[in-house]
């Protein structure tokens, strides 16, 4: 996927290698969500002030059948907000899945 880039591979979404091997890759993609999707979806996500973000969740080990136990912990201090229902055919949100999957 990476070396693709190099061949002009994703050329629409005008990425940027900022590091390959040795060290890791990384590749900023200037173009893959308009300015006006972003907005959008930043939007969406605060709908009802914010109040459907939720902590992020850490794992404090596993139960008796092997499952992972959700925690949340004092030093992971980001929070979560589902796109669910509704949100998902916003067109918007449909023009990012479409270049994610």
Known sequence: LFRALDGGAF???KP???SRPPEPWVVVFDSFISEEDADRIVELANL?????????QGT???DAQGQLIPSISDYRTSSTRWCEADCLNESSVVHLRERVV
């Open 48 to 56: 009802q002030n914010g109040s459907k973000f939720t902590p992020s």
């Open 60 to 62: 404090s080990g596993l």
């Open 11 to 13: 050329a629409q979404y």
């Open 16 to 18: 940027r290698i900022m």
